[in-house]
């Protein structure tokens, strides 16, 4: 009988910060991207029937751009008003433009180009984050990125970032969510962005958004499939951390909580099933 994490029941339970904590299983990575990707189409034709612009983060990894790439087949994408919707990214690696390693350059080729050439999303409304090809290090990348947010964030807001209706991110096997990675000194980092060196996943150099800015998003859904997910799922999931950035040292995707909700989006092996 194994002693690990036991399976994570799909259940409503109350937020262990400021919203409400939802945790959906599907049976396996397929139709986690699949429900993912509807999720998110509907979720941002919800907010576009009350509120414009809407603002959506999204991830790097092989669940996040493939949850793109389902919504790029997706009958509801050309529901959407994309004039009014601009997309940011959680994270980047600090790679050339056009870099296939880039999570922009995964995410053009998955959905976006085809947003920009067939549905109306404006170019300048993809907000990508500044690589070597711009600027000179990560530190110089995570500052012009807190400046492009500041200019879309409500007055006096700390930090200075839109009010984001979906921040999409993936989880690591070791539980770091965008390039928050566990014991690294990007937990800590304050403001909107950081500069990451020496991320245990290559490349060694990325930008971030920082927890706070993180925190800022109305909702934060995490996409996470594959048995390796699957004690950090849980370790995250059993963490109550109340907003303290230091309760999530360990298990980074634990501090990845939205103001108004927060959603666990797993396959079955991710949930210990
Ligand atoms: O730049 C990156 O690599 C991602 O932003 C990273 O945070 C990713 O989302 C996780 O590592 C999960 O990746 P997988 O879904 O491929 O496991």
């Known amino acids: 009988m194994s002693d690990g994490p036991g399976p994570i029941a799909g259940s409503v339970r109350p937020g262990v910060a400021a919203g409400a ?23 941002i034709l919800d907010v576009q029937s009350v509120r414009s612009p809407v603002h959506v983060v999204l991830t790097g990894g092989t669940v996040g751009i493939r949850t793109l790439a389902r919504a790029a087949v997706s009958p509801l994408v050309t529901a959407v008003d994309w004039s009014g919707v601009h997309l940011w990214w959680g994270d980047e690696r600090f790679l050339p433009d056009g870099d296939p390693d880039r999570n922009e350059t995964q995410a053009r080729e998955a959905l976006l180009d085809a947003l920009v050439a067939e549905q109306g999303l404006p170019v300048e409304n993809v907000h990508a984050m500044p690589g070597p090809s711009a600027v000179g290090s ?5 500052a012009a990125y807190a400046a492009e947010l500041a200019r879309f964030a409500g007055d006096g ?11 999409l991110l993936g989880m690591g096997p070791d539980g770091h969510v965008a390039s928050l990675f566990p014991g690294h000194e990007g937990l800590g980092a304050t403001g909107a962005t950081a500069g990451v060196h020496h991320s245990p996943k290559p490349p060694p150099e990325r930008v971030s958004l920082t927890f706070e800015a993180i925190r800022a998003a109305r909702e934060v859904w995490i996409v ?24 999530v040292t360990d298990v980074p995707a634990a501090g990845a909580v939205g103001r108004s909700r927060t959603l666990w989006l797993l396959d079955a092996a991710a949930a210990g099933r």
Do not use: I, M
Request: proline fraction near 8%; aromatic fraction near 2%; glycine fraction near 10%.
């Open 21 to 43: 904590r939802l945790v959906v299983v599907h049976p396996d990575a397929g139709v986690l991207a699949e429900a993912a990707a509807a999720r998110l189409l509907t979720r």
């Open 224 to 247: 996470a499939a594959g048995a390796e997910k699957a004690a950090q799922a849980a370790a995250a999931l059993g963490t109550a951390t109340n907003g303290v950035p230091g309760a």
């Open 138 to 142: 990560p530190e110089e990348g995570a």
């Open 157 to 167: 807001v700390a930090p200075a970032v839109p009010a984001f209706d979906v921040l």
